[in-house]
């Protein structure tokens, strides 16, 4: 799937995973997690070659098995968990984190549909496995899904009640 696609659907589980544990904050820290964790998971999972004039970009295990990426996803989570601890919300520090580890998974869930797939190790050895073998530039796919996680990111970041006010310098 596109990148866009990627951080639209993570946005709209975190923030669903948010409202569920009563935390209009967390379902708020989603929106950053998600692009943190999928650009990191893109960034470091995708290699890129040059034939001629042609760029070929292809995934390596690194970020594309479900441990790796949930580790990744954790990782770029941090800033904003430290950004929670330290602005007089440390119980909600560990919850973005978690979130963090959701969203790497959902990366990975969303490239089990790609021609590609994702990694996965059997044996010893990284062995390729998908869902379904849509190509990552599907434009039905890539819309539908996006229009789908932005009616549930609005839905849920609308209903939220106000968010707590951060404590004055």
């Given amino acids: ?3 866009r696609t990627h ?5 709209a589980v975190l923030a669903l995973l948010g409202a569920a544990l009563s935390s209009p904050l967390l379902a708020w820290c989603g929106v950053p ?3 943190l964790a999928n650009y990191i998971i893109d960034g470091f999972g995708h ?3 040059r034939w001629g004039r042609r ?3 292809s995934r390596t295990p690194l970020t594309h098995t479900p441990t790796h990426s949930a580790v990744a996803g954790a990782l770029a989570a941090i800033p904003v968990a430290a950004s929670l ?7 909600l520090a560990p919850a973005a984190v978690a979130l963090g580890a959701v969203a790497g998974l959902t990366h990975i869930f969303l490239d089990a549909f790609t021609e590609a797939g994702i990694f996965v190790k059997r044996g010893g050895t990284y062995r390729r496995a998908a869902i379904a073998h849509l190509s990552y530039n599907n434009a ?3 819309t539908s899904i996006s229009i789908l996680s932005l009616l549930v990111v609005a839905a849920v970041l609308l209903q ?3 968010l707590p006010m951060l404590p004055g310098p």
């Fill in 1 to 3: 799937m596109l990148l």
């Fill in 7 to 11: 951080v639209i659907f993570t946005a």
């Fill in 33 to 35: 997690i998600s692009f």
């Fill in 47 to 49: 290699t890129r070659r």
């Fill in 55 to 57: 760029l070929y970009v």
């Fill in 85 to 91: 601890y330290f602005y007089s919300y440390p119980s």
């Fill in 140 to 142: 039905a796919a890539n």
């Fill in 160 to 162: 939220a009640p106000g």
